[in-house]
């Protein structure tokens, strides 16, 4: 590492940092290359190529010897090797293969801790630290500049962003590759090469910033490239403090890079507090200060061992930071009075880079090296190649032509909407491609016209759940009366639960169905609304074909000279000759490609004995006509289409295109219009229509649980019959042998009886009529509530939980729903129609009366989702 410092208007902190080479071991590379060109090709092969062994023999000697001591001169030196190694590397595999070159050994001692050294067989090593050392050299070149000098300055900038770029190169192209190798230093790994690079970076805006003082730039500009400078010298520690590189640098670099981030995050809040304070921002200005004041005091307690320039610029920028606190505290407390916020909660300090790494990509390109260029297997072939090469400049080249010469033609007959305007004439006009694939889509699935169908099932459905629903209440109702009337009959005999009690869940359930049944009507309402309010828009769609209901262009009413025939004409026959050119040029890329696949000149090249490029030049000749052909047929296309748009022009004056298209732009937008509407109501529907099949399902389940507990329960009431009389008759017995009843059970007929005597009750209803079942367990407890989680399966639709009251029988004098009844959610989830509102206070509803319309089941066409599936109506 090397230092330097100067005085400038900043202050003398600039004093910065340089790397030192790396140093190698002597290595001879001619000779094994040599040999490996005479084993490999030929001895003559050796001696052609003697010169280029001996400029790269002289290019390793030079960087092992430092001849030049000037920088620049060294810098280009290891420009130049780099080159060299990797025209080297694409030709001579070095590598302790035997059919390699595999006497060369490339060591190499690390520049930081020069007892270390890396040792290996392949170019990576060599490669890496010549970019290593390139770095090296534009560092110290940065570092040898005046930087009192705005010049001076600049140039050292340049330098350290060359610097900056050659790290970078090395991380990303050799670091990777030398970390394979068996034995590598530290200097060369990714995270030291991204470390010197963000140092390289930091020092050149650390330039940059000691000019925009020079220049006297407003505080804000000089707090903004301040910052920028902290932040590269705060990365560069933090990659210093982690490790592998916290025990590999020596301790002096950690403090000067953490003093130097220290120093200019404290300028930048210096130079910041300035501009806050023009703007009277004086609270935020004592909190700045008073943060570049804690972090200058850290700063120091580490600072030990630290350059005496940059404690010296430590301190004189604390007291100037002090100073500008204490006369900002003391406005605050006589002024302004405002509160001053806390570090932590102000926004980061505003960064500007005005510098970036060097793009080595450029500068070390290899792409223009003659070294070793001759060097291949076969002279025939590589002579193939490069007419191959020429081939396909030639072939590329004219097809380029050829493609941007159709893509003109293409676009500025669209930009006359030609030959649109001629088709429209002509009544042949047809809708753009998108458009029309809607309309048909539309008329396809029936058209406006078939929504009123569709509507029709969406009422069919909704009577058909009705219905269902009426029947399943009635099938539950019936079985309550018939349950109330054996209670009232045996009184305290009758022990089994109320109906009431068991059937809450199945009537609560109905009810939530009924509830969504109303709103789903009125939702059926908007739609029906919506499609008769709209049908003036959609029935456009109906038109067959829509271009029908299009605007044509029509001829002038009156016209002075006649001569629209002649215009009309004069159009097509130009559009037709621009179609034939257009027809020319495809043929004429298509023999290009032709002669391309047949061109084979290797029997040729084979047996020449004279220079190729003659040759060349003599089998090229061969493409020059078709080349004059296709500059021939643009140069035509080209005053072909200034032709056709004087015609054109004329064409739409007469025949008053602009009004035409208008009125088509017009239309187009209705039919998009009439097409959004369709769409939406079709949605809707198929809402509607996933939403009834769904409910109808559900509703279909409920139902057979209701039958399923009907059943059960006209088994218990038998039972239970039976039981009651053979308690009565046990009774009846007892009565007459000893003369008393002291049971709890008085005798049938005797107590809370009506005048009438109570016939048998297994002859009053079919229910009691004993019938081909197996027998049932006597009903000895109560059985648990219908639909409880332990008999019955959780019911796939679950409806969502509502605040309802049962829904009413379908009586003629049942009441009505209070007015403002919750049924739940919306019926329509995905309603989106201008004409729904979740809100619309729900009608009143006559119940359907049973027995009106078809019996269920009803059932739907196959191409509805099974249940689950729509989202029409999602159940809970």
Request: proline share 7%; with cysteine; aromatic share 8%.
């Amino acid at each position: 590492m090397a230092a330097s410092q100067s005085s400038s208007a900043a202050g003398n902190t600039n004093i910065m940092l340089a790397i030192f080479e790396k140093k190698t071991n002597t290595v001879d590379l001619y000779r094994p290359l040599r040999n490996y060109i005479t084993f490999h090709y030929s001895e003559r092969e050796a001696q052609n190529l003697e010169d280029d062994l001996q400029t790269l023999k002289q290019l390793r000697s030079d960087i092992e010897r430092h001849s030049d001591p000037s920088l620049p001169a060294r810098r280009d030196l290891f420009i130049t090797y780099f080159k060299a190694l990797c025209q080297v590397e694409t030709r001579f595999p070095i590598s302790p293969e035997p059919e390699h070159v595999n006497a060369l050994t490339f060591v190499w001692f690390d520049a930081f801790k020069s007892k270390l050294k890396a040792s290996q067989q392949n170019i990576h090593l060599e490669k890496g630290s010549v970019l290593f050392n390139l770095g090296a050299v534009y560092s110290q070149i940065g570092l040898s500049f005046d930087r009192n000098t705005v010049d001076g300055r600049r140039q050292a900038s340049h330098a350290f962003m060359g610097a900056a770029g050659s790290f970078a190169f090395l991380r990303d192209n050799a670091s990777l590759k030398i970390s394979v190798g068996s034995s590598t230093t530290l200097d060369l790994s990714a995270e030291c090469a991204g470390m010197l690079e963000k140092l390289m970076l930091a020092q050149a805006q650390e330039c940059v910033f000691e000019n925009t003082i020079a220049k006297g730039s407003t505080p804000g500009v000089c707090a903004k490239i301040s910052r920028q400078v902290g932040l590269y010298y705060e990365e560069a520690l933090a990659a210093l403090n982690v490790a592998p590189l916290n025990q590999h640098f020596d301790k002096s670099w950690i403090i000067h890079v953490q003093l130097k981030a220290a120093i200019f995050y404290a300028e930048a809040c210096y130079r910041y507090g300035l501009e806050l304070h023009e703007k009277e921002e004086i609270a935020e200005e004592i909190s700045r200060l008073k943060s570049a004041v804690s972090v200058l005091t850290e700063a120091k307690k580490n600072s030990r061992g630290a350059a005496a320039q940059l404690l010296d610029a430590i301190n004189k920028l604390e007291a100037n930071i002090n100073r500008n606190l204490e006369r900002a505290v003391k406005e605050n407390d006589r002024v302004y009075l405002m509160r001053v916020p806390s570090h932590s909660s102000l926004a980061p300090l505003p960064a500007f880079a005005m510098v970036k790494s060097m793009v080595m990509s450029e500068v070390l390109d290899a792409s223009k090296e003659k070294m070793f260029t001759s060097l291949v297997p076969d002279n025939s072939a590589k002579a193939l190649s490069r007419y191959t090469e020429m081939v396909d400049h030639i072939i590329r080249t004219q097809a380029e032509k050829l493609q941007q010469a159709s893509e003109l033609t293409r676009v500025r007959l669209k930009e006359m909407e030609l030959p649109d305007s001629i088709l429209a004439l002509e009544g042949n006009f047809s809708l753009p491609t998108n458009l029309k694939e809607d309309v048909e889509a539309v008329q396809i699935s029936g058209g406006p016209a078939g929504l009123e169908a569709e509507l029709q099932q969406l009422k069919d459905l909704r009577r058909v759940n009705q219905e269902l629903l009426v029947q399943t209440e009635e099938l539950l109702q019936k079985e309550a009366r018939e349950d109330a009337q054996f209670r009232s009959q045996f009184g305290t005999k009758w022990t089994r639960p109320q109906s009431s009690t068991l059937t809450k869940n199945l009537l609560d359930r109905l009810n939530r169905f009924a509830g969504n049944l109303k709103q789903a009507a009125e939702s059926d309402a908007r739609i029906e609304r919506s499609v008769r309010e709209h049908s003036a828009l959609m029935a456009i769609l109906d038109a067959r074909p829509i271009e029908s209901a299009l605007p044509s262009l029509a001829r002038p009413i009156m016209s002075f000279d006649q001569n629209e025939d002649a215009i009309v004409g004069s159009l097509k026959q130009s559009l037709r000759q621009l179609e034939t050119l257009g027809a020319q040029r495809a043929g004429l890329e298509d023999m290009l490609r032709e002669m391309k696949r047949k061109d084979d000149i290797l029997p040729k090249l084979m047996t020449s004995t004279g220079s190729y490029e003659d040759l060349f030049k003599k089998e090229l000749a061969k493409y020059d006509h078709i080349c004059e052909d296709i500059g021939q047929n643009i140069e035509a296309q080209e005053q072909l289409l200034l032709q056709i748009q004087a015609q054109n022009d004329e064409f739409s004056v007469l025949f008053n295109l602009e009004d035409y298209k208008a009125s088509r732009e017009k239309s187009y937008k209705q039919i998009e219009a009439a097409i959004a509407k369709f769409r939406e109501i079709k949605d809707n529907i198929n809402e509607g229509l996933k939403f009834y099949v769904t409910l109808q399902d559900a509703i279909t389940n409920v139902k057979q649980q209701s039958n399923d507990f009907v059943m059960t329960r006209n088994i218990q009431c038998r039972e239970m019959i039976e039981d009651v009389q053979r308690q009565v008759a046990g009774l009846s017995f007892q009565d007459k042998n000893s003369g008393g009843f002291n049971n709890n059970y008085p005798p049938v007929g005797n107590q809370n009886q009506r005048p009438n005597t109570q016939t048998d009750p297994r002859h009053q209803t079919p229910y009691y009529q004993q019938s081909e079942q197996p027998p049932v367990p006597s009903y000895g407890h109560p059985p648990p509530p219908y639909g409880s989680s332990h008999h019955q399966p959780p019911p796939p639709y679950q409806i969502p939980p509502t605040a309802a009251a049962p829904y009413p029988p379908p009586q003629v004098h049942q009441q009505q729903p209070p007015p403002n009844h919750d049924y739940g959610q919306p019926a329509y989830p995905g309603w989106r129609g201008q004409y729904y509102n979740a809100h619309t206070h729900p009608q009143q509803q006559q119940p359907q009366q049973p027995g009106s319309g078809p019996r269920p089941p009803y059932t739907i066409p196959s191409p509805y989702p099974p249940p689950h599936q729509g989202g029409y109506y999602k159940p809970q």
